[in-house]
Structures are given as structure tokens and as C-alpha cells.
């Protein structure tokens, strides 16, 4: 069953403290995205990547950080130096960066600052 | 860069009537725009795009209508049912460039369909 799987489903973190998103993708696509979600602001992009070992940062990349080692995985680390990391995380992926083609989202991950 | 606004923020309709959605873009050099219905808990889910090459595009109950000179594009859906209520984001996206595949969404629409 292909498809693209986040986790975890929720996550609370402490102020200060550094936390990775797991975004995994069995489609055998090239490009993938990271969003932010905020209530009322639609989505945001934070980084995307268009090959293994290549990314680009999107709207909002300050104060995360991501890889790309593997083609079927795109973690996504948010840093103590995000201000305001409370948020829904949505990673998507999509055949390849060099069309537009239609974007496949995951479930999403729900952080949570304490 | 791109900028997209989507109205109304929330739309609430009786089921069977007709629902629209606008979008307006800035960027004159975006000529792919998707739109996204979002249901709760989950993510994004593609439901029609259009590209600039084309004026309408129509999937059964849902159609989706472009103005490259205005820079709008609406998404009709006709015949609502309880199903259709979702969230629903617009986007656009310009296919070249530095900007492949990067799409910037509209501040999406709460759509309330009732029974």
C-alpha cells in the first residue's frame, strides 16, 4: 500500500529542546516538501528537496533543518531556535521537483511546545 | 514572490446548492494552480487543478475556471452533499525556473455543507 507516513501522530516537546519529524514516502518519488500549517494562514513551505541529497529552503526555513540521505525519507529537525514552533506538520512528495505535478501529502505530525 | 488570497474565509451551505470559492494570484508567471480539500485530522488531498493553457476544467460536480488577464481562478462545486464539507485550499505554483514544483497556497475556506 503506497502512500507517505508521518510520525508521530503527536508530539509535545519542552521549550529548548530540539525535535525530529519523521516523514517516510514508498512512491518512489523524487521531490518532497515540508509545510507548516497555522490556523486561519493556509500552508507554509519550510524546505523541499528534488533529489537525494539536495534541498532548498522554502518561505520559512529559519530555525529548522533538514536531510535528504535517502530517496524514500525527509526528516525534518525543528530547533530550539524556532520561536514559535506550535504548529500542524504536513510533508508531502511528488514524482519529481522539474513539473508541476500533483503534490501527495501525509497525515501529519502535531506539535505541541509545553 | 507569489501571493495568493482565498475568500470567503468560512462558507456555510444548505445541501444541493452551489458553493464558490475564489482565488487571486500576483505573480503573472504562475500558470499551475491546484486546489485541495483537507478534511479533519488529515492531510491535503488534490481534487482538480488547472493550467494556464486552459480557461475551465470540469470532474462531474466539481469545476474549476481560470482568468490569466484578472489573475483569478474559482473552484464551483455544485449539488453539495454533507461529504463536501472540508477545508479547501487554492494554490499556485510557476512550472520553470528556480521555482519547480513550489506552490504557494491561499489561507484556505471552511466549506459547512448542512444536511
Known amino acids: 500500500d503506497g502512500g507517505i507516513t508521518q510520525s508521530p501522530k503527536y508530539l509535545f516537546r519542552k521549550e529548548g529542546q530540539n525535535v525530529t519529524l519523521s516523514c517516510e514516502q514508498n512512491?518512489?518519488?523524487?521531490?518532497m516538501y515540508w509545510y507548516r500549517q497555522d490556523p486561519g494562514q493556509g500552508l507554509r513551505l519550510i524546505y523541499y528537496s528534488q533529489i537525494v541529497n539536495d534541498f532548498q529552503k522554502g518561505d520559512i526555513a529559519e530555525g529548522y533543518s533538514v536531510s535528504r540521505e535517502k530517496k524514500e525519507s525527509f526528516p525534518l529537525t525543528v530547533t530550539s531556535a524556532q520561536k514559535n514552533p506550535t504548529a500542524f506538520y504536513l510533508c508531502a512528495s511528488s514524482i519529481n521537483g522539474r513539473s508541476n505535478n500533483e503534490q501527495f501529502f501525509g497525515p501529519g505530525t502535531r506539535l505541541t511546545v509545553l | 514572490g507569489e501571493n495568493v488570497e482565498q475568500h470567503p474565509s468560512t462558507l456555510s451551505v444548505q445541501e444541493g446548492d452551489s458553493a464558490v470559492i475564489k482565488c487571486t494570484y500576483s505573480d503573472s508567471a504562475s500558470n499551475y494552480f491546484p486546489w485541495y480539500k483537507q478534511e479533519l485530522g488529515k492531510g491535503p488531498q488534490l481534487i482538480i487543478d488547472i493550467r494556464s493553457n486552459v480557461g475551465e476544467k470540469k470532474d462531474q460536480r466539481i469545476a474549476v475556471t481560470l482568468n490569466k488577464t484578472a489573475k483569478h481562478f474559482s473552484l464551483h462545486i455544485t449539488e453539495t452533499q454533507p461529504e463536501d464539507s472540508a477545508v479547501y485550499f487554492c494554490?499556485?505554483?510557476?512550472?520553470?525556473?528556480?521555482?519547480?514544483?513550489?506552490?504557494?497556497f491561499g489561507q484556505g475556506t471552511i466549506l459547512t455543507v448542512h444536511p
Open positions: 512512491l518512489n518519488h523524487d521531490a
Open positions: 494554490a499556485a505554483s510557476m512550472d520553470g525556473g528556480t521555482s519547480y514544483g513550489k506552490l504557494t
